[in-house]
């Protein structure tokens, strides 16, 4: 299986980005989809999920500015930015869950995401 991110970039305070990560390999029921971030310096950390429902979860930081959700036709994952903000600079790594119980877990490599004040 192998996760391919893209969207990243830099971008201004207030600015917006659209994150995607395709899903590729053999895939066998895609539970959970997730992005994750890390800043430099701090650990890695959930920014929001999606499960294969369609039921979400978001950071308190990110609530109300970001929007995750997915094609399950294309095995895809999408993290839309809106208003970013200096301290959302991080690298943005996807994550999806498979399995019966979501048991195996597969990482993309990470697209940098850079906001300027």
């Known amino acids: 299986v192998q996760l391919q991110a893209s969207g990243g970039g830099l971008v201004q305070a207030g600015g917006s980005l659209r994150l995607s990560c395709e899903a590729s390999?053999?895939?066998?029921?895609?539970?959970?989809m997730n992005w994750y971030r890390q800043a430099p310096g701090k650990q890695r950390e959930l920014v929001a999920g999606i499960g294969s429902g369609g039921r979400t979860n978001y950071a308190d930081p990110v609530k109300g500015r970001f929007t995750i959700s997915r094609d399950n036709a294309e095995n895809t994952v999408y993290l839309h930015m809106n208003s970013l903000k200096p301290g959302d600079t991080a690298v943005y790594y996807c994550n999806i869950r498979t399995g019966l119980v979501g048991q195996y877990e597969y990482w993309g490599q990470g697209t940098l995401v850079t906001v300027s004040s």
């Open positions: 390999g053999s895939i066998f029921s895609i539970k959970a």
